[in-house]
């Protein structure tokens, strides 16, 4: 017997301090995370003093009439020190970064059904690449307003509270960034310097995991990230040629080791999850990942959230024709899964057998966008749901009627029951397990993934060509976001894009067509009339004839036109046309080769 457990009080005074060391121990780690992290403000600070005066240095070589090569060289310069503190700008104040180096497009205030003027570098750029001294005094007003945005960077990074958690939450989502926006020049789309600019990104990360890492990670995770990081930077520097640049292997062999690594980081340095509900799971190690994404980022409550029991039910009232008035037509008329749920028509077919104005949308993502129809009528797929069957020309069908039906049937009630833990089914539990059906059917298992994942002979030399170009030269990836390759931006995954392209009736009629797209719903907006929603592009092999009007019956007639320039090169008078007019002069093999990449996006 030793001395503890002959004296039971000493026992217990020994358990009381074992207890009181383990437990301060724990709240110390659990401080260390959630407390103010001061010298990572001080950095943002820093660099951000750094930014203002450059932008005022350029602004005096503006005023002295400098020559243009000159501006251009100060401008990127000035967007290399943005680069890294972006991180910081688009997490804490993504108001502020929106205004700083958002598109060249008018912000647009849905609910207000009004547009705000673009402002940011983005705005410079359009007007540095070339320079027209005539515009010398715009492009100081200009200067001027990212002066006061970097008053407010500045002004609100010396009174927030920075935690260790966001931190790492904010240098996840730059690296992510980085993956998609940044390696498709989605905010260089003139000067398409963002090879060049990466770096500086980089090194924004690796400077910051460097202050908030401790002893625990130092030598693990953090070491082998620095490693992965320079290493990157090195590819980057070798070939800044965005027409030549090797997309396809830098993403799998540089892009994605960072965002898996920054995750044994996390891991080694204990650090929580940011407790809010987001497109891209938390342990999601790449885009491409298994699962990566949770659906229900793009449900409209808790309440709505996905499980394979509603998906099942969903499945079969989507095959049922009892969501009809009559009893003729079930959601699987129209959206045949063999065509990726499309029906393979030009324009979508009335109960009467009549054409309706648009083409039928793939399902398959429908998912993952906020703004269902080619006009974004409706926010999410419960909406999308009720607005089908009870149009009279789709589906003609009561909703009260059919819940009625769906009440008295003792299969479906007893489903819904377990489900819902209700004793008569409701409208919204409706909608809900369509959705859920609909919110299932994106597999991400396409040949493009599976290379993404390292598997190297997922996709044939052709379609490895192909996606070079589809990020490259033709530009395709700053409009279909990669990985979702649909118009919802990501990292954060929070907005879907409409775009104006200025499309023809069809491709032999190159007549305007006047469809006002999202337009309609927002009349005294003009830069959303004729806008219709940015579609994914997976699976899009399956989903012919193309565009809201299914006027182009290839793949070859659409890249046709993208090639030339969109509706402004067939001589259309489309002022608020957001696709550039500049043609991309793709030869016919550089188009088969893109062609032969979208095939790769077919899921198996």
């Known amino acids: 017997m030793n001395k503890l457990s002959k004296y039971p009080i000493l026992l217990f005074l020994y358990c009381a301090a074992a207890f009181f060391t383990l437990y301060h121990c724990k709240n110390d780690k659990q401080q260390a995370v959630y407390e103010d992290l001061g010298s990572v403000k001080n950095r943002i600070i820093k660099n951000n003093a750094d930014f203002e005066k450059q932008i005022s240095e350029l602004k005096t070589f503006v005023t002295q009439n400098s020559d243009e090569k000159l501006l251009q060289e100060k401008f990127e310069n000035i967007r290399k020190t943005y680069k890294k503190m972006e991180w910081a700008v688009e997490y804490f104040l993504p108001h502020s970064a929106r205004f700083i180096n958002g598109p060249a497009l008018p912000e647009i205030e849905m609910d207000e059904h009004t547009a705000i003027e673009p402002e940011g570098m983005q705005v410079l750029e359009e007007m540095l690449y070339p320079y027209d001294k005539g515009n010398k005094e715009e492009v100081i007003r200009m200067l001027n307003k990212l002066i006061n945005k970097s008053n407010t960077i500045d002004t609100n990074f010396q009174v927030i509270t920075v935690s260790k958690d966001q931190v790492f939450d904010a240098l996840r989502q730059e690296a992510f960034r980085i993956s998609s926006l940044g390696i498709s020049g989605f905010d260089t789309p003139v000067s398409g310097t963002f090879l060049q600019e990466m770096p500086s990104s980089l090194e924004g ?149 009549s054409e309706l104005a648009r083409n039928t949308p793939s399902l398959n993502y429908a998912a993952y966008q906020h703004g269902q129809f080619w006009g974004m009528r409706k926010d999410d797929l419960e909406g999308q749901s009720s607005d089908v069957i009870s149009n009279k020309e789709e589906m003609h069908g009561d909703l009260n009627v059919i819940l009625a039906k769906i009440n008295e049937d003792k299969t479906y009630q007893a489903a819904f029951k377990k489900i819902y833990q209700s004793q008569k089914t409701e409208v919204w539990q409706l909608q809900n397990v369509l959705a859920s059906y609909i919110r299932s059917l994106a597999k991400f298992n396409s040949g493009f993934d599976e290379y993404m994942r390292g598997n190297k002979s997922a996709m044939t030399e052709s379609q490895k060509r192909g996606f070079n170009l589809f990020v490259g030269k033709a530009q395709c990836a700053i409009c279909h976001f990669i990985p979702l390759f649909n118009g919802t931006v990501p990292p954060n995954f929070r907005k879907t894009e409409q775009e104006v392209l200025g499309t023809a009736i069809n491709a032999e009629n190159k007549t305007f067509d006047p469809d006002p797209g999202r337009g309609k719903f927002h009349a005294t907006v003009a830069s959303l009339q004729h806008s219709f929603k940015t579609p994914t592009l997976r699976n899009i092999h399956k989903t012919a004839p193309y565009m809201h009007n299914g006027g182009y019956r290839t793949l070859q007639e659409v890249m046709n036109f993208y090639n030339k320039g969109g509706g402004k090169a067939f001589g259309f008078k489309v002022e608020n046309q957001t696709l550039s007019d500049v043609p991309l002069q793709l030869t016919d093999k550089e188009t088969e080769d893109i062609i032969e990449f979208m095939k790769a996006l077919n899921d198996k």
């Open 205 to 353: 990360i690796k400077e910051t995991l460097a202050q908030i890492s401790t002893e625990r990670s130092k030598d693990k995770a953090l070491k082998n990230i620095v490693a992965e990081i320079n290493s990157t930077i090195e590819v980057l520097k070798g070939n800044t040629d965005k027409n030549t640049f090797d997309y396809v292997n830098f993403i799998p062999d540089h892009l994605n080791k960072i965002t898996a690594l920054m995750l044994d980081f996390k891991n080694q340095e204990n650090i929580p999850d940011v407790e809010v509900t987001t497109a891209l799971n938390k342990n999601a190690a790449t885009f491409f990942t298994k699962n990566a994404f949770n659906p229900d980022a793009f449900a409209p409550g808790k309440e709505y959230a996905y499980s394979e029991e509603k998906a099942a039910l969903g499945h079969q009232l989507f095959n049922d024709k009892v969501l009809s008035n009559n009893n003729n037509r079930s959601c699987a008329t129209c959206h045949i899964p063999e065509r990726a749920f499309t029906d393979g028509l030009t324009k979508a077919m009335s109960l009467e057998n």
